[in-house]
């Protein structure tokens, strides 16, 4: 069987996002890039693999997915399905649960502060708007506060074993690290201890390797 495609820029914590289960999992796959300035991701056949003319998309074979973490849940089924835990009903539904928490809670809070800190300095020439970077640390520090009471009780967020909600963190967490706010994780001891066990994570150092900014 080919590879998998995963189409989109490493720049992009969406595409990274991926990256994290595909390296974790042990999938075959190739990264293609697409150039925005050229309106690749807006081109019919990137149209044909996202219909929103987004990154990341994923082709395997005949088959075209998108949104990031349903690629990393199609990945982990394929490749590694004690990522997901669906052969338990409660670990699954746990894994379920902070996947969620990732996407409408963690990220929504992080992407201002990326945006803000890494995009419009390094594509728009622009410094960050500080007032916004404020206002998304402290309802970053709110959700930390619900993480360190969770990372308390067990290891993982889903519980005392690694799955694919802690996996979607990754990307964006290493980016949160390029920004001058990668120490609000400082004040959530249990958090910290579970970045760096992340971290430390042959998966999560090759999304870092590839997420450096060009020198
Ligand atoms: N919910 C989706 C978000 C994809 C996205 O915003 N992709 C961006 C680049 S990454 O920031 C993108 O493709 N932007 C171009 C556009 O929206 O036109 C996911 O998780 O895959």
Redesign the pocket.
């Known amino acids: 069987m080919a590879p998998m495609k995963l189409y989109?820029?490493t720049l992009?914590?969406?595409?990274t996002?991926c990256v994290a289960v595909l390296e974790e999992a042990g999938a075959e796959y190739e990264i293609v890039p697409l150039d925005?300035s050229k309106g690749e991701?807006?081109a019919p056949d990137h149209l044909a693999r996202n219909p929103?003319?987004?990154?990341?998309a994923l082709q395997d074979g005949d088959l075209f997915l998108?949104?990031?973490?349903a690629?990393c849940k199609y990945v982990c089924r394929k490749n590694k399905p004690e990522l997901l835990k669906d052969g338990d009903l409660k670990e699954s539904a746990m894994v379920d649960v902070w996947l969620e928490v990732e996407?409408n809670q963690y990220t929504p809070a992080l992407n201002p502060i990326l945006f803000q800190c890494l995009i419009r300095p390094m594509m728009f020439g622009a410094p960050p708007d500080e007032k916004v970077v404020e206002e998304n640390l402290e309802k970053l520090k709110k959700v930390l506060e619900v993480y360190e009471a969770r990372l308390t009780k067990c290891k993982y967020l889903a519980g005392d074993y690694i799955s694919v909600a802690d996996l979607s963190h990754v990307a964006g967490t290493v980016c949160l690290g390029a920004t001058p706010h990668a120490s609000v994780l400082d004040a959530y001891p249990h958090v910290k201890a579970w970045w760096t066990d992340l971290m430390a994570r042959p998966s999560s150092q090759k999304v870092a390797s590839l997420m450096k900014p060009p020198a």
């Open positions: 989109g820029s992009s914590w969406n595409v996002r925005f991701h807006k929103f003319g987004q990154v990341p998108w949104e990031s973490r690629i996407s």
